[in-house]
């Protein structure tokens, strides 16, 4: 060895690596955390990621528009449901902002739409993480604004009572606040979303399935899609990349329930960032996304062929569709993977869960004027107060006040039919005109009869008890949308 030919190459490849080094601490060093512009920010539907940004050299104030839409959609071939929706689609708009940036956030909720909601961001530092900043009426506009303190991957949702119903009905999405510094680069970036769904019927009924409070109170999911749908992400929608490149997935998992056992069939993660943080771990299998969590994931994939994503709890992957593909063109590589490859033995078997015979359960019936009080509250509270507020109130133009409630008071067996049927059209209550629509909520005649009974002993209301029965005769009897016109 003839050192005295290797001594300039060794100077010169430390002089590169200390600039290098000097680069990467200027690129932190000179950037401003002072406010040097303002933007719209760019948001994208699923499985699409607004595009980085890493030239700028100071954070920004960057507005957020984000609509609410409830509208129908299919959940599965033949089955509708309706989706309440941020941006109009399950998982809701991906956010990305920079560490250091403020945020001004508009949430509008459009005038067709049937329910308040707000949103809670992980992302924030502050009561309810802006929830309690942004109720917002349907035909309303609400603003708030946080500083995007802590780098990370957040997931975002609605948090208006009930709120398991609203993130049930696919109130989620995710918001990234990058590090200052960015995250490395790679070539693909996709943006997908675990959620758990709760219907009258079974898996594959078919036709518009309502929301069931009672299966989704007993985590018993029919089901387990990613992006809003069994087949968002197979077949002609799955994701791709090529032989060779980096693919990086931001992925979250709404719940209302169920954590994500998140796995890539034929692919191991080289990198994990842990819940969505700095962390990282390398060479993971499946990684644990918690309900109201997410994690980062990158891989390089280095054989063509169709990469079946799952919750790896693997009922929900093969039987209520928690299935994504990733599919990767390119030249075979032998030496690392040979052998044939088949999709067709990966699709979803679909199919009915079976059916166990069931024995009855009795539960204790609930008695006494003050039990149905407080029982009626407690359903009060979780159905009832998001749109007629805490005290009964109403909001003056959109949800009329049951306090003191003239249209209630004075036909108690009308507001009875208004909770079992819902109600639309035009109404006065207390010498104030509404015209909005009330849905129909599903309750037991139980629950309507202690809710109304709650109602009635409260907020200077003229008091009372209202039996099962008395639901019951209402129940058959027509809708008061039709009945009360004259
Ligand atoms: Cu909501």
Redesign the pocket.
């Known amino acids: 060895m003839n050192t005295k030919t290797h001594y300039p190459t060794r100077i010169l490849s430390v002089f590169l690596i200390l600039l290098i080094l000097a680069c990467q601490e200027n690129k932190t060093q000179n950037y401003s955390f002072e406010i040097g512009g303002t933007r719209d920010a760019t948001l994208t539907a699923p499985p699409h990621v607004p595009t980085t940004d890493l030239n700028r050299t100071h954070a920004l104030k960057q507005t957020v528009h984000l609509e ?1 839409i409830e509208h129908v959609r299919e959940i599965a071939e033949g089955v509708d449901y309706t989706f ?1 929706t941020f941006g109009g689609t399950v998982p809701g708009s991906f956010i990305r902002v920079r560490e250091g940036d403020q945020v001004e956030f508009h949430l509008m909720n459009h005038p067709d739409n049937k ?4 949103i809670d961001l992980h992302a924030v530092n502050g009561p309810g993480g802006g929830a309690t900043s942004s109720f917002t009426a349907p035909g309303h506009e609400t603003v708030f604004s946080f500083k995007a303190l802590n780098p990370g991957l957040y997931v975002y949702h ?1 948090a ?1 009572a009930p709120v398991g119903m ?1 993130i049930a ?1 696919g ?1 989620y999405g995710l918001i990234l606040v990058e590090p200052v510094e960015g995250l490395p680069p790679v070539d693909k970036e996709y943006y997908i979303m675990q959620g758990d769904f709760y219907t009258k019927g079974d898996h594959g009924d078919r036709g518009l399935q309502p929301f069931d409070m009672r299966k989704a109170m007993e985590e018993d999911a029919d089901y387990v899609v990613f992006n809003g749908s069994v087949s968002a992400l197979t077949g002609d929608n799955a994701i791709t990349a090529e032989v060779g490149e980096t693919v990086r997935l931001y992925v979250g998992n709404g719940g209302p329930n169920l954590v994500s056992s998140f796995h890539v069939i034929g692919e191991i993660f080289d990198k994990v960032h842990i819940e969505g943080g700095d962390a990282i771990n390398e060479n993971v299998q499946t990684t644990l996304i918690p309900a109201g969590g997410a994690t980062i994931v990158e891989f390089k994939v280095d054989v063509p062929g169709t990469f079946i994503l799952v919750d790896h709890s693997i009922f929900r992957a093969f039987n209520k569709g928690a299935l994504a593909m990733l599919k990767v063109g390119g030249t075979e590589d032998t030496t690392i993977y040979s052998g044939q490859q088949d999709d067709r033995i990966y699709l979803p078997e679909g199919g009915t869960p079976q059916e166990l015979p069931q024995s009855e359960v009795l539960k204790e019936p609930i008695v006494g004027l003050q039990a149905k009080i407080e029982a009626g509250k407690v359903v009060y509270t979780r159905v009832c107060q998001a749109c007629h507020q805490a005290e009964g109130q109403g909001i003056p133009g959109a949800f009329p006040p049951l306090a003191n409630s003239d249209y209630l008071n004075s036909d108690v067996d009308r507001a009875i039919a208004v909770v079992i049927h819902g109600l639309s059209g035009p109404i006065e209550v207390n010498g104030e005109r509404y015209d909005a629509v009330m849905p129909k909520l599903d309750l037991s005649d139980e629950e309507i009869a202690n809710t109304i009974t709650y109602v009635l002993n409260s907020w200077g209301n003229s008091g009372g008890e209202v039996t099962e029965e008395q639901v019951l005769a209402q129940r058959d009897k027509e809708s008061p949308q039709t009945s009360s016109i004259h």
Not at 115 to 118: G, L, Q, R, S, V
């Open positions: 609410i309440w329910m308040p909601h707000n609605c208006v609203h009905n109130m």
